[in-house]
């Protein structure tokens, strides 16, 4: 496991304006059309403190590098870049940290969108609840019909279960929240992100957070805009990929499997079971139907709001996310952390 660098950051202390110096890391690969926008939801943001952005730059096939050296050009200082060579979101996460800075580090992607209050509210609730990590809500907003669809879907307890970061809910401790902002002290006590993980990593770190006496806090207060993907194909292949890695960290640490992440797998096999089962036992249909109508019903209670493209959406997107988590889960190799780049996209 690589470890962060400990050599630009004491304990977040108050500056004589108040607040701590501020370093955000993003994780960029081809993000040609948000790149911009996002980098400009950062530097907008209103925190009354020092802030700078560091971005780790991947191997991409796009303009991404090209717009990346433009921003960097346009804010000499305040935006600075090093290089990914892997492309791997820990890997990336890991080398922008290590160039950072300052002692509070906020993590963000190359394609999600801060309110302009962010940063000072997310500091100020590190700064009242002691807290190693705090985040919130991964608002997840969809243009088209079927993003909007997946949108609702990934704010619904039947669609991802009852995790607040998606749902919503009180403030308290939490096992993992939306991205994050670190106290740089706790990231170097666990020594960053595991780059083993190219998925789930940043459930995994906050584990090891807690595991070390730290406590993760969830705040409903930071809300940050998540575009869905664009078609049932790439949502399939990312909840397939989300499936078979919880596997993955359900193997390595004990103790952390949930009926949040069993169900879909459970499903599954329930609806194959009934389908292999139905020509020599016709009452076995009784469970692809029961699904298929636990999906309809929980499509018409959650539609309400929806244009009529994406009520029609909504049904075939809860069934692909349940189906590719349970399919990918039950699939997923035991030598999947072992540093391979298979499922890192």
Known sequence: MPTVSSSAAPEPAAQPDGWPPVSVVMPVLEEERHLREAVEHVLAQDYPGELELVMALGPSRDRTDAIAAELVGEHPGRV?????????????????????????????????????????????????????????????????????????????????????????????????????????????RVGGYDEAYLRAQD??????????????????????????????????????????????????????????????PVAVLGVLAGLAAAPWWRPALALPAGYAALVVGASAVTARGLP?????????????????????????????AAGSPEGSR
Do not use: C, K
């Open 80 to 188: 600075r870049s090093v290089r990914n060579p892997t492309g791997t979101t820990p890997a990336g996460l890991n080398a922008a940290v290590g160039a950072a800075r300052h002692p509070v580090v906020v993590r963000v992607d190359g394609h999600a969108l801060f309110p302009g209050d962010y940063v000072r509210t997310a500091v100020e609730v590190l700064m009242e609840t002691g807290a190693d990590n705090v985040g919130g809500i991964m608002a997840a907003e969809g243009v088209t019909p079927f993003e909007q669809a997946v949108a609702r879907a990934m704010t619904s307890p039947f669609g991802v279960g009852n995790a607040r970061f998606h749902t919503g809910g009180e403030p308290g401790p939490a096992d993992t929240v939306y991205l994050g902002v670190f106290r740089r002290a706790a990231l170097e």
């Open 203 to 264: 459930w995994e770190m906050n584990l090891r957070i807690r595991r070390t006496g730290g406590l993760v806090w969830f705040t409903p207060r930071l809300r940050v805009s998540y575009r869905p993907r664009p078609d049932l194909r790439s949502l399939a292949r990312q909840y397939f990929h989300y499936g078979r890695w919880r596997r993955t960290v359900m193997r390595s640490h004990q103790g952390t499997a949930s009926l949040r992440y069993l169900a879909p």
């Open 308 to 336: 009529p493209a994406g009520q029609a959406w909504l049904p075939a997107v809860y069934a692909t996310m349940h189906g590719a988590w349970g399919v990918g889960f039950l699939l997923s190799p035991r030598g999947l």
